[in-house]
């Protein structure tokens, strides 16, 4: 298998450190608002990789942490008159339940940086020691010239960096290549504040995702993922924390995921085209065709997020959904044959080898969908011998731990039957009878058969 890794900007073959074992670190929300379509473009696309590595064979241990104390959190919690854990969690509850709607399986950890502060304070002190870190005005900073590697991540002409002047806030721009800041002195009397051998204060943002992935998952990490933006300088001033107080690589590979943009336009509050999840929700669209949306296109180009494509998901998972039900319905009474068995392994093969290829899910969707043509045409109305039946379905459920939008083998509830049944006596009513006999198949599809009497339509599901 292999992965784009941005350190060395190349494709490289992916073999974890440790035996079978992966290790992955994410970085997680910042837990000051709800979380947007572009911050779970990036978790979905992590949770694809993690949910291949696993289909793949191999045993994930997967940390994501919280950020529960930064500049924004902060100043968002001081707006509104709350202490900062108050504030916090209902972010926090509501970004577990958002993932959950979207089917992102649980990580194995979710630490929370407030509750880390120990374990910072640490790596503080070791690079101090090192000579790595010096106090100013109550705070302390990451000394860059201490360090001749600075910048290799995001490829950073050493001649702008700017060392001896330091840097207080969280988030700065590229060309802004300055010491920054490990502990920042308390300056506010209401700011949180935590005690520490160089005084009051608490930890920047940088140094929360050394120390949570480090404590977590050891000195070397397989994976470290995140969106692109926190390349620089997030991503360069955790290496530079880590490698200058272990002296050991970090993470093998930094793997970043594109921006997300909406109808061709960078997602912006006053553009109006700015989209948490649960605002998508609210406008009656499926989670699973959000989720389908945003891990479909390849992690590395921009994702153009629009309303159509949202709608060709819905599509293409009821094309899928709608397979597996009639496999599962209606099966010829044939005996096995080689030939669907033989099908079934050259498509995994090439949904394989797609994926092989860092994650390339357009192929592996291809795949999915060419496996679906072929059976069609092969046995028409999806009908396969009777001996393949099993293994036909098998084959569909294992993609669908990896993709992971599919609704196999659910029952459809009574209201949702009786919504497509008026559907189907309207389409009657106006002479629609192609699209009324489409409800009446894809209800057949599920085992579900439409009996017409005089005065209603009755259903029946057969078992
Ligand atoms: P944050 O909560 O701002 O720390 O972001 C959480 C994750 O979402 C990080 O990995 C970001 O890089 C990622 N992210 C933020 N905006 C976007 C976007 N528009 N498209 C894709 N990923 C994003
Ligand atoms: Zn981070």
Not at 296 to 314: E, I, P, V, W
Not at 343 to 358: K, P
Request: glycine share 6%.
């Amino acid at each position: 298998m292999k992965l784009y890794n941005t350190l060395s900007r190349k494709l490289e073959k992916f073999v974890p450190l440790n035996g079978n074992l992966v290790t992955i670190y994410t970085c997680g929300p910042t837990v000051y608002d709800y979380a947007h379509i572009g911050n779970f473009r990036t978790f979905c696309f992590e949770d694809l990789m993690r949910r291949y590595l696993k289909f793949r064979g191999f045993k994930v241990k997967q940390v994501m942490n919280l950020t529960d104390v930064d500049d924004k959190t902060i100043r968002k919690a001081t707006e509104q008159g709350l202490g900062l854990d108050d504030y916090t969690e209902r972010y926090i509850d509501a970004f577990m339940e958002d993932c959950r709607t979207l089917n992102l399986e649980p990580v194995e950890v979710y630490p929370r940086a407030t509750r880390t502060i120990e374990d910072m304070i640490a790596l503080v002190s070791t690079l101090l020691e090192k000579g790595h870190a010096y106090e100013k005005d109550g705070s302390v900073y990451f000394n860059i010239s201490s360090l001749p590697t600075y910048g290799r991540l995001s490829g950073l002409d050493r001649r702008e960096i700017r060392s001896g002047v330091s840097v207080d806030s969280d988030e700065y721009e590229k060309d802004d290549v300055r010491d920054f800041v490990l502990w920042k002195g308390k300056k506010e009397e209401n700011e949180p504040a935590w005690e520490s051998p160089f005084g009051e204060g608490r930890p920047g943002w940088h140094l929360e995702c050394s120390v949570m992935s480090m404590k977590n998952l050891g000195e070397t990490l397989d994976i470290h993922a995140g969106g692109e933006d926190l390349i620089f300088p997030h991503h360069e001033n955790e290496i530079a924390q880590s490698e200058a107080a272990t002296g050991k690589p970090f993470v093998r590979f930094w793997v970043h995921c594109k921006y997300l943009i909406v109808e061709g336009k960078k997602m912006s509050k006053s553009l109006g085209n700015f989209f948490t999840l649960r605002q998508l929700l609210e406008k009656g669209y499926d989670p699973m065709a959000i989720r389908y949306t945003l891990i479909a296109a390849h992690y590395r180009k921009q994702l153009n997020f629009t309303f159509d494509s949202l709608d060709n998901a819905g599509k293409a998972i009821s094309r899928v959904e709608s397979f597996y039900n009639a496999v599962n319905q209606t099966a010829n009474r044939e005996a096995s044959s080689e030939d669907v068995t033989k099908l079934i392994q050259r498509y995994r093969e090439q949904f394989t080898a797609a994926m092989d290829d860092d994650l390339n899910i357009s192929g592996g969707l291809g795949a999915l969908f060419e496996f679906i043509r072929e059976i069609n045409t092969n046995y028409p109305d999806s009908q396969v011998p009777q001996g393949n039946k099993k293994e036909v379905l098998a084959f569909l459920d294992e993609l669908n731990t990896v993709i992971a939008c599919f609704n196999f083998g659910e029952e459809l509830a009574d209201e949702e039957i009786m919504k497509l049944i008026d559907e189907r006596n309207q389409a009657r009513k106006d002479r629609d009878f192609s699209r009324a006999d489409e409800i009446r198949d894809q209800l057949k599809g599920m085992g579900i058969v439409l009996e017409d009497t005089r005065d209603a339509t009755r259903f029946k599901r057969l078992k």
